[in-house]
């Protein structure tokens, strides 16, 4: 059967399961738009800037374990996405990125609003195409899924010419994917998974360090139900929080220098190191020269490219987690670390008991965000920002069987607000929050639009201290020499901001009004804005 290109992008996209896309139109898609204008099956969400198409994908597929969709336009549609796509590859979220191409006869002539976006993204994504024919497109978009979503997800981008959209072809939908010389591997080798078995025996205090990978792993039941079999302390990096709940008895908190005080001290005192889903990074572990001296350690990943880039083990895995756990399970451990358990779970209570200062003239980080926690609802997902209101979060939200989602490799700021949208999108009935500082609201604030045209119930926590505070707070201490660069002056009044979009607002001024705030502001039906004043003095230490 003929059709056009954009016809088949959006068959191709329908046999992939796509329910949704996040997008921004422009003239060189508009093809493929006006193609998805008539299908009744693939929601579309109109964002307010490109790069949060990627953020809302991001959220979207996080939560679902599928990959987010987004569509922009050519020029700078598709560069405003790069932050999105990069921040997606940096966090391995499987994500498609389509953008319209200028003609393909006039590639390389630079005419109005063309790049190269292909070759702008070729180091942060994991694959990509310039497609050239549209009898290309049914292979390439069951190729970009497959790549997506197998071994370490990541982002795939297509770019796709308006001629090729509108070329009109004979379509064949490959049933498989077949890549020559792409099969990651699933199932961990038989003979390291018994020394991996034999030296957890051997340990008598262990400590797992789970990350990011877990979940994208859907690993997260496998994990607590491996940890509790065996007693093993778990602690995580930024990426895993919320991987087992803040009160659960093995849980230490999160690691790395921002982190907990007993995730730290289980990294500092262990006698054996578990990885499992993570890169090692260097907010995670600051030293990994130090613990490769101090201990043996086991890594566990889907991507051999990460073991042993940042810390040498032992005993490198590769395979799915969630599969390699299961493997795990079925082997005959025996050890005994109640001791080691006992000393870490002492001060782990501790830490979750803290008394916070009392401020009758402003809000404490620490507090506000304990008691949010704790009114939040079981399976609730919170997404956070990035600088001191993420740090704050890491580490005193209290977590339940929430999914904690933040951008981690990239930093991004801006990114907490349109990730809920896609998480509201995918998933209308969970309960969803936003938590942000007043320097990267303002970053998607535009992006309420998206809330309100669809009327998403997102609560959104702005703390306001009207400086960019994790800088301000770096700048204190030496060798700079004092802030510079970091007021916010001259920012609008949030809750005429949020009126503006029919949304209402409510000012938390002191720390003797923070629970009816917190009350009101979940109980509040609809999106609602909770702007909280905190003093900028405040480190991630309040």
């Known amino acids: 059967m003929k059709m056009t290109g954009a016809e088949i992008l959006l068959e191709a996209l329908r046999r992939e399961g796509v329910e949704h896309i996040f997008g921004y139109a422009g003239a060189t898609i508009c093809p493929a738009v006006d193609v998805l204008r008539s299908a009744s099956d693939i929601g579309y969400t109109l964002v307010r800037t490109e790069q949060n198409a990627g953020h809302m994908a991001s959220g979207y597929a996080r939560v679902t374990g599928k990959a987010g969709v987004c569509l922009v336009t050519s020029g700078p549609g598709a560069t405003n996405l790069i932050t999105g796509v990069a921040t997606a590859y940096l966090d391995s979220i499987p994500m498609v990125a389509i953008t319209g191409q200028v003609p393909s006869g006039l590639l390389g002539r630079d005419i109005f609003q063309e790049v190269d976006i292909t070759g702008s993204t070729d180091a942060f994504t994991k694959h990509n195409y310039l497609v050239k024919d549209a009898a290309d497109l049914p292979r390439v978009i069951k190729e970009a899924f497959y790549l997506a979503t197998s071994g370490r997800p990541g982002p795939v981008l297509i770019d796709i010419p308006i001629d090729i959209q509108n070329q009109e072809v004979e379509a064949v939908f490959p049933d498989e994917v077949n890549m020559r010389g792409y099969h990651p591997s699933v199932r961990g080798n038989d003979k390291q998974l018994d020394?991996?078995?034999?030296?957890?025996?051997?340990?008598?205090q262990p400590v797992i360090v789970a990350g990011g990978g877990v979940f994208l792993a859907d690993a997260r039941d496998e994990l607590q139900l491996f940890a509790e079999a065996f007693g093993i302390p778990v602690v995580t990096t930024m990426?895993?929080?919320?991987?087992?709940?803040?009160?659960?008895?093995?849980n230490m908190g999160m690691i790395g220098s921002h982190g907990n005080l007993c995730a730290n001290k289980a990294l500092a005192k262990a006698d054996l190191l578990i990885m499992i889903g993570t890169r090692v990074a260097d907010r995670a572990i600051i030293a990994p020269e130090e613990i490769h001296r101090r201990m043996p350690s086991i890594h566990i990943d889907v991507d051999p490219a990460e073991i042993g880039k940042n810390l040498q083990p032992e005993l490198p895995l590769v395979g799915n987690a969630k599969v390699i756990l299961q493997q795990l399970m079925e082997r005959d451990i025996q050890m005994d670390c109640i001791e080691w358990r006992s000393q870490l779970q002492e001060k782990r209570i501790e830490e979750l008991h803290r008394e916070y200062p009392w401020r009758e003239e402003s809000v404490t980080p620490g507090r506000l965000l304990r008691?949010?926690?704790?009114?939040?609802?079981?399976?609730?997902?919170?997404?956070?920002?990035?600088?001191?209101?993420?740090?704050?979060?890491?580490?005193?939200l209290w977590l339940k069987d929430t999914r904690f989602l933040t951008s981690g490799g990239l930093g991004t700021m801006g990114y907490s607000l349109p990730a809920a949208v896609g998480v509201k999108v995918a998933q209308p009935e969970r309960q969803t929050v936003v938590i942000c500082g007043d320097g990267s609201f303002q970053m998607s604030m535009n992006e309420l639009a998206a809330v309100s045209s669809r009327k998403l119930d997102i609560k959104i926590l702005v703390i306001r201290n009207g400086?960019?505070?994790?800088?301000?707070?770096?700048?204190?201490?030496?060798?700079?020499?004092?802030?510079?660069?970091?007021?916010?002056?001259?920012?609008?009044?949030?809750?005429?901001?949020?009126?503006?979009?029919?949304?209402?607002?409510?000012?938390?001024?002191?720390?003797?009004?923070?629970?009816?705030?917190?009350?009101?502001?979940?109980?509040?039906?609809?999106?609602c804005l909770l702007i909280a004043n905190v003093d900028p003095a405040c480190t991630t230490n309040d």
């Open 195 to 204: 020394h991996v078995a034999e030296a957890i025996g051997l340990a008598r």
């Open 239 to 250: 990426m895993g929080l919320s991987l087992l709940p803040s009160d659960h008895p093995l």
């Open 371 to 396: 008691a949010l926690g704790k009114k939040l609802q079981r399976d609730a997902a919170v997404c956070v920002d990035v600088g001191q209101n993420q740090l704050w979060s890491c580490k005193n």
């Open 467 to 527: 400086v960019l505070g994790l800088v301000n707070q770096i700048q204190h201490t030496a060798p700079y020499h004092g802030p510079f660069g970091v007021a916010l002056d001259g920012s609008p009044d949030f809750e005429i901001i949020a009126s503006a979009y029919g949304i209402p607002s409510i000012v938390l001024e002191n720390d003797a009004l923070l629970d009816g705030a917190l009350e009101r502001f979940l109980e509040t039906e609809g999106p």
